[in-house]
């Protein structure tokens, strides 16, 4: 059974780029969520992405941009990048309903590097 | 605004004896709390949750304690093992928005136990 899978894992970008990362959520998940982790600090929720649309928000500006196709894979768009956005962009699967709602499982994440 | 603390960067504790991570959160709509483990270059693995209705979850060697008074949750690990050096970051979630939950993680501990 395939976990969450993110590609790529590395990616060097320079300001004002436009980045596309991609997410693969473990296999009978349907809700995928991202989010950006700066070095030595927790997650950040970006957002949360359900039957296609984005159902909750983090505070992040509208830079940052997502979509969720019919098989529930999902990718996470960073336009006019900064040196800031530098980090580990994680994706996270879930289910909506059920006990284990509120479990989610993580990729390995993807290395942002803007310079 | 940081909603969940785990103030304690880091812990070292001799193998065999007791690991006590600690978490502070402050929003008190927080329902279910959960501790996830994280290896270098790994994404975040679930460890155990609570939910607010309980004071205790138990899990093994894991157990997870929460006071929602003091809005403080701990994790106790015992016996550690060497294994368990990681990162560990505990995690907050409330219901926003029908059925759809925000998560809110703690800037984590790095748990060395010693052989």
């Known amino acids: ?115 | 605004d940081q909603q969940v603390k785990q103030n304690s960067p880091s812990l070292s504790v001799q193998e065999g004896r007791i690991s006590i991570l600690n978490c502070d959160y402050t929003n008190s709509m927080f329902d279910y709390f959960l501790w996830y483990k994280k290896y270098p270059a790994e994404g975040p693995t679930f460890l155990i949750s609570i939910s607010s209705i309980k004071d205790k979850n138990e899990d093994g060697r894991f157990t997870v304690f929460l006071n929602k008074s003091a809005k403080h949750l701990s994790l106790h690990i015992v016996p550690s093992q060497p294994g368990d050096s990681a990162v560990y970051f505990c995690a907050a979630s409330a219901e926003e928005g029908g059925n759809f939950n925000k998560f809110y993680f703690g800037s984590g501990t790095k748990l060395n136990v010693k052989p």
């Open chain 1, 1 to 115: 059974d395939a976990g969450v899978t993110q590609s790529p894992t590395h990616l060097i970008k320079t300001r004002g780029q436009q980045v596309t990362l991609r997410c693969s959520p473990k296999s009978g998940h349907d809700t995928v969520s991202w989010y950006q982790q700066a070095l030595g600090q927790g997650p950040q929720f970006i957002f949360q992405y359900y039957e296609e649309e984005e159902r909750q928000r983090g505070n992040f500006p509208d830079r940052f941009s997502g979509h969720q196709f019919p098989n529930y894979s999902s990718e996470l768009n960073v336009n006019a990048l900064l040196l800031g956005d530098s980090a580990l962009y994680l994706c996270a699967s879930s289910l909506l309903w059920g006990l284990a709602k509120n479990i989610q499982y993580f990729g390995a994440g993807t290395r942002l590097s803007v310079l």
